[in-house]
């Protein structure tokens, strides 16, 4: 496995050595294979756009589709080209902009954590370090895969510009090692994935949607006191990308509790309404529904059950609300014949 993992790597690094205009050639192809041939995750695509736009024609969901597509297949060969590309020609593709205030906060000592979603080119955003001052350590929250020699591939490509991957169980230890040691960070979170049924502490409406959505990262930023941005993206063109940088709190501990996740989700639905083409749309985001979980939910105990079978959960559910009013009528025919 190793020996086909390393052919893979070589020919992929060969493959990204190919200017992006060539490599876009290949983004086209792959469009038509993609969505023409293979219909990769249609079905889960259309459900999204048609729930998130209620309102549009079917034409105008099918172009937003197709769109979607081809920025699909474009962020896959630029997501290529990292392998093998110039810190010069990154910069000129991939602009920050508000980044003399994330110095500021820097240069003061304090940390910054940086809200953004699966939106326009997540990974070219790893080039953060080329635009930051120096005195900030820069990271990203990343889920490690099952595969190491894929892990380690990912890692290869998301930490070619400096900027560090800290496995999601291991970031608020991590953190706070980096706050102990007197070492400012600029950490992104990437929260607009579904939470599992056991992480799910929060609902709201996003994209006309009741959704459950991760906390971990107002849970980080209250804790540590971090100074909390979101990263607004906008793609220019085909591969040119802005990110702008805008201030949410510098004071996370002083806000109520959801109150900086509902502002970083009420701003990335801004921006995915602006342009709706670059959201990963082909991720099931809303597969897990509010009344699903209260059926899992135990009130008493706050138990949640995890498993995949839900006709278990309801039969221990009704197996103990019939218990529940067996006890109950016990506990009425005792006062019934209880001596008056």
Not at 201 to 222: K, M, N, Q
Not at 253 to 274: G, H, N, V
Not at 279 to 296: A, G, M
Not at 301 to 309: E, K, M, V
Request: glycine fraction near 4%.
């Amino acid at each position: 496995m190793k020996i086909l993992i390393r052919l893979l790597y070589a020919l992929l690094y060969l493959l990204s050595l190919l200017p992006l205009r060539v490599l876009y050639v290949l983004s086209d192809l792959l469009y038509l294979i993609i969505y023409r041939m293979i219909g990769y995750r249609v079905q889960v695509v259309r459900k999204n756009f048609a729930t998130s736009f209620p309102d549009d024609s079917e034409e105008a969901l099918r172009q937003k589709e197709q769109q979607f597509y081809h920025w699909f297949c474009d962020m896959l060969v630029e997501t290529l080209k990292l392998l093998s590309m110039s810190t010069k020609q990154l910069r000129r593709r991939m602009v920050f902009k508000g980044t003399e205030r994330i110095d500021e906060v820097v240069n003061s000592g304090r940390s910054c954590a940086v809200y953004l979603g699966h939106y326009g080119n997540w990974e070219w955003i790893t080039s953060l370090p080329l635009w930051v001052t120096p005195k900030a350590h820069c990271g990203q929250i990343y889920h490690p895969l099952e595969n190491r020699e894929f892990d380690r591939l990912t890692l290869r490509i998301r930490q070619r510009f400096g900027a560090e991957c800290i496995a999601m169980e291991q970031a608020a230890r991590t953190i706070v090692n980096y706050q102990r040691a007197g070492q400012p960070v600029v950490i992104g979170y990437i929260a607009d994935q579904v939470p599992f049924w056991k992480s799910i502490h929060h609902w709201l409406d996003f994209l006309h949607h009741d959704t459950p959505v991760l906390t971990g990262t107002e849970r980080i930023a209250r804790m540590v006191d971090h100074a909390v941005f979101y990263l607004d993206v906008t793609r220019v063109r085909r591969g040119y990308y802005e990110a702008e940088f805008k201030l949410i709190t510098l004071t996370p501990k002083k806000m109520a509790e959801f109150e900086l996740t509902d502002i970083y989700f009420s701003q990335l639905e801004q921006t995915i309404r602006r342009a709706p083409a670059y959201w990963l749309w082909s991720h099931n985001r809303w597969k897990r529904t509010h009344e699903e979980f209260l059926q899992r939910l135990d009130p008493e105990t706050g138990f949640i059950d995890t498993s995949g079978d839900m006709s278990s959960t309801r039969h221990r559910q009704e197996q103990k609300r019939q218990e529940q009013e067996q006890q109950q009528e016990t506990e009425q025919q005792d006062r019934q014949q209880r001596p008056s």
